[in-house]
């Protein structure tokens, strides 16, 4: 008997090293794709960072080496293009927000009662999804270039001046991101809106509150995940995007983004080490921010 609760006492132990062993054969697969496509990229990425120009070779040929100064120099060059893109992404983030809140609170509160029209107003805000990102950017450029019906018809009515121009105008790129970016915001606030418990605002009201206060008071701070979620959702990308600041669609000269530059740095100028170095820059600026944005907002969850 005492060798038999011994053995057993002995044995005990092994489990959690079993159950161990099995956890990390199941997050095996995950590792590998995180290793093969996210931290090798990462790491050729950031090597090419520092690469110098080749002596001996051609345009594009470049050599490994550890030169910071590529850092300095895209930064020195492009400031103001890094200061346009998080300034353009914060202002299509706080109007998509705008937007959206309304739209998602519609929906996901007032419109349960009617289960036909949430499906309905739900169906029409994933819609856009069905259609290329580019297509759309287009269809916008068309319908607000000089010789569009809107833009003739605010001219006629005085409203723009008769040689202004909306295309190519920060205005323009700025309304293409808000469009562009509108169902990323709307969705996670529905998705929590929609678990809103309807008691928690009866209370308020029964305890006196006017409704501008219930909502200040209890709405916004139950849907803060939903708020951080879709200001990511929408702010990360924004900051990145090349289409609509593109002089092909809604951008002109003067509304370039890092996005564009590190397309031109790439595929025109072919100088791999300012693109590689401007897209550390642009993820390392964009985590910072994040970081801060989610530990301000109480959601640190959410990280």
Partial sequence: MAFAAFATTEAQPQAPKRKSRIALFLLLPGILYLVLFFLTPLISL??????????????????????????????????????????????????????????????????????????????????????????????????????????????????????????????????????????????????????????????????????????????IPLSMPGIVAGTLLTFIPAAGDYVNASRDFLGGPDTQMMGNVIEANFLVLLNYPAAAALSIILMAAILVLVGIYVRRSGTEDLL
Avoid: C
């Avoid at 080496?65 to 930064?75: E, L, M």
């Avoid at 998602?104 to 994933?126: D, N, T």
């Avoid at 605010?154 to 169902?183: C, E, M, Q, R």
């Avoid at 605002?201 to 219930?214: C, I, K, M, Q, R």
């Fill in 46 to 219: 950031t090597l090419t960072s520092l690469q110098v120009p080749s002596e001996f070779g051609d345009i594009g040929q470049f050599d490994y080496a550890f030169n910071w100064q590529n850092y300095v120099d895209v930064v020195q060059l492009y400031w103001p293009h890094i200061l346009r893109s998080f300034g353009y992404a914060l202002v299509a983030t706080v109007l998509a927000l705008l937007f959206s809140y309304p739209l998602a609170y519609f929906i996901g509160v007032k419109a349960r009662r009617w289960p036909l029209l949430q499906s309905l107003m739900l169906v029409l805000v994933i819609a856009p999804f069905f259609i290329s990102f580019l297509l759309r950017t287009l269809a916008w450029k068309q319908l607000l270039s000089d010789e569009s019906f809107i833009i003739t018809s605010l001219k006629a009515l005085s409203l723009l001046a008769p040689d202004a121009h909306f295309t190519g105008t920060p205005f323009a790129v700025i309304f293409g991101l808000t469009y562009n970016f509108i169902p990323f915001m709307t969705l996670p606030l529905y998705t929590t809106l929609e678990r809103l418990d309807l008691r928690y605002l009866e209370a308020g009201s029964d305890l006196y509150a006017n409704p501008f206060t219930v909502f200040r008071k209890i709405t």
